[in-house]
C-alpha cells in the first residue's frame, strides 16, 4: 500500500491515494504490417534453404573440426530459432559442438 493510513483502511486508499498517484505508463504494441512479415518470411525462408545443402552442411562440419578435431559421429538437422540457425556435430565420444549463424533480416534489439 501507499501510506501507514491506507495498511489500516482500505477505504483511505481508494478515496485518498489512488486518486492523487500519477497513472501508470502503458506500452502500445504496433500492429502488425502483414505485407512487411510476408516479404521477411520470403527473404528469411530463401536464405533458409540455401544454407541446408550438403555442401554447406560438410562447410560446417570442416569448421567445426577445425577448432575441436575428433572423430565425428553424426551432423544434424540445421535447427531454426528466433535469431539463429544451429549446426550440432555430434561426435563417437557423445560430446558435440554446436555453431550458431545470425538469421539474416532478423534485427536484434540494442539496449
Not at 500500500?1 to 477505504?11: G, H, I, V
Not at 552442411?57 to 577445425?66: E, N, S, T
Not at 551432423?75 to 535469431?83: L, Q
Amino acid at each position: 500500500m501507499c501510506c501507514k493510513e491506507c495498511l489500516s483502511s482500505k477505504q483511505h486508499h481508494k478515496q485518498v491515494c489512488a486518486a492523487t498517484m500519477p497513472p501508470k505508463a502503458r506500452f502500445l504494441c504496433m500492429k502488425k504490417d502483414d505485407t512487411i512479415w510476408q516479404k521477411l518470411d520470403e527473404v528469411t525462408g530463401e536464405w533458409e534453404r540455401s544454407i541446408r545443402t550438403s555442401e554447406i552442411y560438410r562447410a560446417v562440419g570442416k569448421f567445426i573440426l577445425k577448432y575441436k578435431d575428433g572423430p565425428a559421429e553424426l551432423m544434424h538437422s540445421a535447427v531454426k530459432g528466433g535469431y539463429n540457425i544451429v549446426y550440432r556435430l555430434e561426435y563417437k565420444d557423445g560430446s558435440s559442438v554446436i555453431m550458431r549463424i545470425p538469421i539474416k533480416g532478423t534485427l536484434h534489439a540494442i539496449d
